[in-house]
C-alpha cells in the first residue's frame, strides 16, 4: 500500500527549531515531489514548499524562506521538513504530501501524510 | 496570490441528500481545481483533481464541475461517513492557494 508516515507530536519553545519526518513506502520515492503544508488550529491549509526527492531540489513559499529547509535521504525514502525560529503561530498540524505529477510538478497533492502536530509553547 | 472563496463555510443536510459547494477564484485558474476531504481529527484526502476527475478510489457519488473562476462540489446521497469539512485548492498559479473550508455537518 501507498502511504506516507510522519514523524510524531513535537512541542518546542518560542526560538527553538523543529524537524518533521516524512517517510514514503509502496511507491517511487523519487518519482513525485513531496510538499509540505501546514493547517494551524481552526484554520485553512497553507502551502508552504516542495522538495524534490530525486534532485534534492527545493522551493519554499516566501513567507517560510530563510527559516525553512527542505531536504531527504532517498535510502530510507524519507524527506524532511525543519522551521526554525519558531514563534507560537507556528502551532500548527504539518502535513507531508505527495505530488501527482511523475518526476514532475502536477501541483496536485494525490497522498497525504496524517499529520504532526507543532505546539510553540514557552 | 489568488484567493479561493468558498461558500457555504457550513452547511448541514439529511442523510440522502444531495449537496453543492461552490468555490470561485479570484482569477481565472482554468480548471485546475482540487476537492479534498477533511475528516474530524484526520489528514485531508483527496477527491477531484482538474476540477472533474475523480481520484482513484474516491465513490462515484463525489463530483465536481467548472471553470475558470466558479467550481462547484456536488455530494450525492450524502451519508453519516460524509461528515467532513471540504476544501477546494487552486494550481494554477504560484503559490497554490486553499479555500477556507466548508463544514458539513449532517442533520
Known amino acids: 500500500q501507498v502511504h506516507l508516515v510522519q514523524s510524531g507530536a513535537e512541542v518546542k519553545k518560542p526560538g527553538a527549531s523543529v524537524k518533521v519526518s516524512c517517510k514514503a513506502s509502496?511507491?517511487?520515492?523519487?518519482?513525485?515531489?513531496i510538499h509540505w503544508v501546514r493547517q494551524a488550529p481552526g484554520q485553512g491549509l497553507e502551502w508552504m514548499g516542495w522538495i524534490n526527492p530525486d534532485s534534492g531540489d527545493t522551493n519554499s513559499a516566501q513567507k517560510f524562506q530563510g527559516r525553512v529547509t527542505m531536504t531527504r535521504d532517498t535510502s530510507i525514502s524519507t524527506a524532511y521538513m525543519e522551521l526554525r525560529r519558531l514563534r507560537s503561530d507556528d502551532t500548527a498540524f504539518y502535513y507531508c504530501?505527495?505530488?501527482?505529477?511523475?518526476?514532475?510538478?502536477?501541483?496536485?497533492?494525490?497522498?497525504w501524510g496524517r499529520g504532526t502536530q507543532v505546539t510553540i509553547s514557552a | 496570490d489568488i484567493q479561493m472563496t468558498q461558500s457555504p463555510s457550513s452547511l448541514s443536510a439529511s442523510v440522502g441528500d444531495r449537496v453543492t459547494i461552490t468555490c470561485r477564484a479570484s482569477?481565472?485558474?482554468?480548471?485546475?481545481l482540487a476537492w479534498f476531504q477533511q475528516k474530524p481529527g484526520k489528514a485531508p484526502t483527496s477527491l477531484i483533481y482538474a476540477a472533474s476527475s475523480l481520484q482513484s478510489g474516491v465513490p462515484s457519488k463525489f463530483s465536481g464541475s467548472g471553470s475558470g473562476t466558479d467550481f462547484t462540489l456536488t455530494i450525492n446521497s450524502l451519508q453519516p461517513e460524509d461528515l467532513a469539512t471540504y476544501f477546494c485548492q487552486q494550481y494554477n498559479s504560484y503559490p497554490p492557494t486553499f479555500g477556507q473550508g466548508t463544514r458539513l455537518e449532517i442533520k
Open positions: 482569477q481565472d485558474i482554468n480548471n485546475y
Open positions: 504530501a505527495r505530488d501527482r505529477g511523475d518526476y514532475r510538478l502536477y501541483w496536485y497533492f494525490d497522498l
Open positions: 509502496g511507491y517511487t520515492f523519487t518519482g513525485h515531489y
